[in-house]
């Protein structure tokens, strides 16, 4: 049995007991053991905008009160909240035209003619990701960094897991591409 096994099921007696006995207790402990990886993926998908990830973070968590006795434990309790929280965001990018604050910027940053960091010094991390597509990002953002399985990636997307195994490889191959001319350690060795 491995550890996430285990957290499973402390989340599962919490959601019991949420349900059951002293709900606001049980689902305080809830919110103390995922609010801060709800935080973390809000602000990876977000573009790192903590202040409005906390906001979603805390109508995520709202959301996830009210509809506690929907879960059936069909899937690990945070790959429901998970869903819940990209629910969150999915709404938030709808009423914002399909673009978060950090695409907004980069346009600001092509307008001016400066397409982020040049090939001299590598094109960073974050600014490759912004590249990638919504679904792109997200996916590598679940089972990569997130380390969730392809299965449990898509119950959160909602997306067929042939389309989450799509995004997570074409996601890949074009960071690969976009940091082709990354290379730590080149720089200031003349």
């Known amino acids: 049995m491995d550890d996430r096994d285990a957290q499973a099921r402390i989340d599962a007696a919490l959601v019991d007991s949420a349900l059951r006995d002293d709900g606001a207790r049980a689902f305080e402990q809830l919110v103390r ?12 998908l977000l ?3 903590p202040a409005l990830a906390d906001d979603l973070a805390q109508e995520t968590f709202v959301l996830a009160w009210r509809k506690l006795a929907q879960f059936r434990g069909e899937s690990r309790f945070g790959t429901w909240l998970y869903r819940i929280a990209y629910a969150c965001f999915l709404r938030h990018l709808r009423s914002h035209g399909g673009r978060t604050h950090q695409d907004m910027a980069l346009d600001a940053d092509d ?23 919504i679904n792109q990002r997200a996916a590598l953002l679940y089972c990569v960094q997130l380390e969730f399985t392809h299965e449990e990636a898509a119950v959160v997307l909602d997306m ?10 074409r996601g890949k191959a074009k960071l690969r591409l976009l940091l082709k001319d990354w290379a730590p350690g080149d720089q200031g060795n003349d």
């Open 33 to 44: 053991r995922h609010q801060g990886l709800v935080r973390a993926q809000l602000r990876r």
């Open 111 to 133: 307008a001016l003619g400066t397409d982020g960091p040049g090939p001299e010094w590598g094109l960073d991390l974050d600014a490759a990701l912004r590249r990638l597509s």
């Open 160 to 169: 067929p897991l042939g389309s989450v195994k799509t995004h997570v490889a």
């Open 47 to 49: 573009g790192d905008d």
